[in-house]
């Protein structure tokens, strides 16, 4: 289909079904107008299509009504209109349902903007079977969710790519009421601020390629396990945290992930956790932290700091983690008085004998990606094989012993017996 800068629209109180299927579309909308906006109380199914040289597009449905975005590509050459200190433009896809219907967003891959999720709970964003993961790669390629909660986000491979100026740019990011997420097995890479405001349980995901923080807020009694945090670009500024918590959430466990911040290559000078005030955290334990520099003394030399005094603790128990950091030798674990409890009297500190040696810069080929030629589940495989403790090494078995048999230091454990260790070893 030829749209000549036509768009497509329903009128209100459409009922019924739109189907693409098969489909090459181009031209529709423009840069000021949408090249699809509808809505509908039937359902809406988009499979097997391409879109280029066309305006965003909306699709909404109402009532119990099914929403299915699969397996379409949506090019780079799309119209949409890029605000480098925007970052919530340009949308270029935004679906919305309500929490009746059944919503499928899978296998898609989009080269540019925003794929917006608006409303609805409970869809499937990915999934865990080979081909079911989106791969979002361009610029502003960013999964928004808005007023949604109960979302599984998995096996996506997400990466805003921008080089237009100040990106101020999220990757995931939720607004509104959304919370209760599932996100696992996704790879998420670049951004300022590759996680924004997230909630439920964040697990068995790869972290890449942040401009300034990993990760920026999140709802109360948010999970973190069994991901890597690797800073595989180079040297950047406005580094505040790994992790900068200013909400004032609570009931906040981190535990067995892996920070690698790169040495002198990410010259991160920032502590791994920035904890505001009135942010409280329940648990930070079975972490390995490497490859710091000396935090900056306006977070008081510490890994685990503040934005600034402390006057009462802002975690209940830091004990059990790995610290392996030769290039920051003036910096402390703990800030003074931030944890309750007496912190780190198990911490490991020791080389770690990881199996890998982290890539610098990020090395995977993402026309590859793109393609299908490779697959996200190989891309975890491979970070898995990176971090891995080898035999000998000290975060074997050195886990809290709350969390069983064979707990260990890191998101990676030494072979798989651990039957949380499922850190690269799901998606195909």
Known sequence: MVGNGFKVTAASGYSGRIIIRNSMVRGLGSFTSPGVSVTTSGSVSIEDSIFEATGAMQFATQGGASMTMRNN?????????????????????????????????????????????????????????????????????????????????????????????????????????????????????????????????????????????????????????????????????????????????????????????????????????????????????????????????IFGGAFVSSDGSVTSPRVTNADYNGWFNPLAPHSTRYLAGIVNNPPGLHDVQANPKLSGQPEVPYRVSEGCIWVGGCTIGQVLSHYRDIYQPAAGSPLINAGSPADGTGSFIGAVGPNGGNSADLFGRIVP
């Not at 067995?256 to 409280?280: C, E, R, Y």
């Open 73 to 297: 590509e949506l090019r780079a050459n799309n119209l949409i209109t890029y605000v480098a200190d925007d970052p919530s433009v340009p949308v270029m896809l935004e679906l919305s349902a309500n929490a009746a219907a059944t919503k499928v967003v899978q296998g898609n891959r989009i080269a540019g903007g925003i794929l917006r999720i608006n409303g609805g709970d409970a869809w499937q964003i990915g999934g865990l079977t080979a081909g079911q993961g989106n791969t979002l790669i361009g610029v502003r390629a960013v999964l928004h969710i808005v007023n949604s909660s109960n979302d599984l986000i998995q096996g996506n491979y997400l990466h805003h790519d921008y080089h237009g100026g100040f990106s101020q740019g999220f990757n995931l990011w939720l607004e509104g009421s959304s919370g209760n997420e599932l996100a696992e097995h996704n790879v998420i890479r670049g951004g300022s601020w590759p996680i924004q405001s997230f909630g439920g349980e964040f697990r068995y995901n790869l972290l890449i390629d942040s401009g300034h923080d990993f990760w920026r807020s999140a709802d109360d009694n948010t999970q973190i396990h069994h991901n890597v945090f690797a800073h595989a670009s180079g040297l950047n500024t406005g580094y505040d945290g790994v992790f900068k918590f200013y909400g004032g959430e609570s009931g906040l466990s981190v535990y067995n992930n892996t920070f690698d911040v790169a040495g002198a290559t990410g010259g991160f000078n920032a502590p791994a956790f920035s904890i505001g005030s009135g942010s409280l955290f329940q648990s930070i334990r079975n972490n390995l932290f490497t490859s710091f520099i000396d935090v900056s003394s």
